[in-house]
């Protein structure tokens, strides 16, 4: 029991770091000089598409292009891209299948970026929104703080039970888990470094310096990856609290989040089995073990260790919550969401496995390792 507290111990330390590094941006000094482009990949997005464009339409940032390419997709997103008028809206037919070694996410990415004409490249969401200060204010950050790529934590919209208890954990394992400070500090550590694909922000010519998305082609968790590579590259990266700024919807209901959660989180760990597998049996024995030693361990000290632990873990729990503008429910359901996401977890490793994960109607292939 013991060494279950001191990990969790460590988790709150780390998460008090982290809540200072990863800090809300501010807009001071700006210069509408660069122009931006705002590129959205799109692929069956009928129920999110005119709101992500409509927040892109209303920003106050006025030196900017929006492109937007349409992937193939088999819903009512072409018929909603028609219909969208503004003089700064292109769109983008996509209709070839990406090439051999692309993932379709990152092939569209790729293609959004040889149409733009943007000293400063912004990758969004189509299911993500934005505040009419958003680009303006990251502009602003980006110039002062002569910054080479951004990214950050939006506030994630959880309306079902379904989403409540799935994608919180996503808020909470970045910042009690990921020292992040490290790759702060030096580039060596570039491995600590994340990015999310919600909002990702670059100068031109530092993209291009790491071959963009064209060097991730093949990753799930691209924007992970782009964030590893431009910190190991000696990239000036910071990662902002945008949950005033950006938001976004990921998924709708809970079989959406299972699903969509599925294909990703096997790949955080580079397809090693062993290393995935740890993690997730890991994260139930530290959620579980103090609550079962509380019940039926007759052990007075391992008792003061579990209740300990629990504490902290809550703690832990209700900083990310006020952090990053979750439900204040949030905080009781820990130990639901933590058995949610495990179970999960082991199910990216089965479907990617059985050659059985997929996303928008395309299977992701991957390499299994073992270590």
């Known amino acids: 029991m013991e060494g279950i507290f001191l990990f969790i111990l460590y988790q709150l330390i780390n998460t008090i770091i982290n809540t200072i590094i990863i800090r809300q941006p501010m807009k001071v000094k700006l210069d509408e000089g660069k122009k931006v482009s705002v590129l959205v990949p799109v692929r069956n997005e009928e129920e999110t598409i005119e709101k992500c464009l409509n927040s892109l339409f209303l920003q106050d940032y006025k030196n900017m292009e929006i492109i937007v390419l349409d992937d193939n997709s088999s819903d009512r997103t072409p018929q909603i891209l028609e219909l969208m ?5 292109r769109v983008i037919k996509g209709n070839e299948e990406p090439p051999e070694g692309w993932t379709g996410k990152n092939w569209a990415c790729h293609r959004l970026y040889l149409e733009s004409k943007g000293d400063i490249l912004i990758f969004v969401d189509s299911d993500t929104y934005l505040n009419k200060s958003a680009i303006s204010t990251m502009v602003s950050e980006m110039q002062n703080r002569n910054l080479d790529f951004i990214s950050g934590i939006p506030k994630e919209e959880t309306i079902t039970f379904g989403e409540k208890i799935t994608l919180p954990f996503l808020n909470f394992s970045i910042l009690s888990i990921f020292p992040i400070f490290l790759s702060f500090l030096s580039r060596h550590f570039y491995f600590f470094m994340f990015a999310n694909g919600q909002f990702m922000m670059f100068r031109i010519e530092s993209y291009k310096k790491v071959n963009g998305h064209q060097a991730v082609k093949s990753a ?14 000696g ?14 919807r990921m998924y709708t209901n809970f079989r959406k989040s299972f699903f969509g959660l599925s294909k990703s989180y096997f790949p955080l760990f580079g397809m090693r089995l062993i290393p995935s597998i740890f993690v997730w049996v890991w994260m139930l024995i530290i959620t579980f073990a103090p609550f079962y030693v509380l019940l039926f361990v007759d052990n007075p000290q391992m008792k ?9 873990t809550f703690l832990i729990w209700f ?10 429910r949030t905080p009781f359901y820990y130990p639901l969401i933590c058995l949610t996401n495990s179970i999960i977890g082991f199910a990216s490793i089965f479907l990617t496995v059985a050659g059985k994960s997929s996303w928008k109607g395309r299977v992701l292939r991957r390499k299994i390792r073992l270590i």
């Open 85 to 89: 008028n503004n003089e700064r809206l």
């Open 220 to 233: 799930v968790v691209e924007d992970f990856e782009l964030a590893k590579i431009a910190r190991k590259n």
């Open 304 to 312: 003061i260790f579990a209740t300990l632990s629990i504490m902290a």
């Open 319 to 328: 900083i990310t919550s006020v952090k990053f503008r979750l439900s204040r």
């Open 235 to 248: 990239l000036k990266v910071q990662i902002f609290n945008l949950s005033q700024l950006v938001s976004c």
